[in-house]
Nanobody, 120 residues
């Protein structure tokens, strides 16, 4: 069983910064990619940023230049450094691990989500 545990969400003023972390645990042999998605009230879940095990990143246009995704493969951990936060960044942020190899199984996993609220 694979578990993803997120941390770092909270309340921040517009223009502020937050850093999210997500650690994957379990009998993990490899992970192809990890990433962050978000879902605002009344909206569909959307991609924020992803990073592969070799460091290839993909960012949503709405966060380019403001958010930076990084990872520590040895710790199966992904980070999201968020700067210049805007009210429209308010959402529940979900971590995702893609193509996780455990034993002989490959699966995709989601974290439980962490709330980010940007408000004055």
């Amino acid at each position: 069983q694979v578990q993803l545990v997120e941390s770092g969400g909270g309340l921040v003023q517009p223009g502020g910064s937050l850093r999210l972390s997500c650690a994957a645990s379990g009998s993990i042999r490899s992970i192809y990619a990890m990433g962050w998605y978000r879902q605002a009230p009344g909206k569909q879940r959307e991609l924020v940023a992803t990073i592969t095990s070799v460091g290839t990143t993909n960012d949503a246009d709405s966060v380019k230049g403001r958010f930076t995704i990084s990872s520590d493969n040895a710790k199966n951990t992904v980070y999201l450094q968020m700067s210049s936060l805007k009210r429209e960044d308010t959402a529940v942020y979900y971590c995702r691990a893609e193509s996780v190899l455990t034993g002989t199984r490959i699966g995709n996993y989601w974290g439980q989500g962490t709330q980010v609220t940007v408000s004055s």
